[in-house]
């Protein structure tokens, strides 16, 4: 059974940079399937952010286009979130997921979940 | 991007009752890519269907999936204690995925 585990700080200043890794397990990120970040919170609900192959083709959510990065290091079957430039809109819980991608329309729905780690951006 | 209402906002229902959940796009999904979550307090989403009526793996065969185009169900026969939480549902057809703000499903 694939496992996901999320890291990261759980308290930001508005504008630092949100980074979070997620480490996989009892399953290999360089078999076929994309994995992706989403975030949840009372004001926006659940949210995707992005989605990224081992071979480092990405997708973004085009809402956070040009604050988000999301990278793969598959030496340590772990990925990565940035997220630059936080506000307290930014707040949420976030969790990693792993991706059944349907290529033609480059998006696709979420089979496994981390826990989720909370983040709060806060002066 | 396609935007998700979800009806109705809370389900009250007793144990064994049938739940009728609904979904509806601001446009056509394409392929019928839609799925649907259920998420308990404290815990992850955890995936239910998907393609509209495919069950994902380990999920009861009380709980069922239908429709296409822009309106879909989610259906759960009999209701077990467990089943009380909260049902979203979330599109794939086309970038950005996209989720519904979710049903809640409570005690009566």
């Known amino acids: 059974q694939v496992h996901l585990q999320e890291s990261g700080p759980g308290l930001l200043k508005p504008s630092e940079t949100l980074s979070l890794t997620c480490t996989v397990s009892?399953?290999?990120?360089?078999?076929?399937?994309?994995w992706g970040w989403i975030r949840q919170s009372p004001r926006k609900g659940l949210e995707w952010i992005a989605t990224?192959?081992?071979?480092?083709?990405?997708f973004y959510n085009p809402s956070l286009r040009g604050r988000v990065t999301m990278s793969v290091d598959t030496s340590k079957n772990q990925f990565s979130l940035k997220l630059s430039s936080v506000t307290a809109a930014d707040t949420a819980v976030y969790y990693c997921?792993?991706?059944?991608?349907?290529?033609?329309?480059?998006?696709?729905?979420?089979?496994?979940w981390g826990q989720g780690t909370p983040v709060a951006v806060s002066s | 991007e396609i935007v998700l209402t979800q009806s109705p906002g809370t389900l009250s229902l007793s144990p064994g009752d049938r739940a009728t959940l609904s979904c509806r796009a601001s446009?056509?999904?394409?392929?019928?890519?839609l799925s649907w979550y259920q998420q308990k307090p404290g815990q992850a989403p955890r995936l239910l269907i998907y393609?509209?009526?495919s069950r994902a793996a380990g999920i009861p065969d009380r709980f069922s999936g239908s429709g296409s185009g822009t309106d879909f169900t989610l259906t759960i026969s009999r209701l077990e204690p467990e089943d009380f939480a909260v049902y979203y549902c979330?599109?794939?057809?086309?970038?950005?995925?996209?989720f519904g703000p979710g049903t809640k499903v409570e005690i009566k």
């Open positions: 997921v792993r991706v059944d991608v349907v290529v033609v329309v480059s998006a696709g729905h979420f089979d496994h």
């Open positions: 009892r399953f290999s990120i360089t078999n076929d399937f994309y």
């Open positions: 990224i192959y081992h071979s480092g083709k990405t």
């Open positions: 446009q056509r999904v394409y392929s019928n890519y």
């Open positions: 393609v509209a009526s």
């Open positions: 979330q599109q794939y057809g086309s970038s950005p995925e996209t």
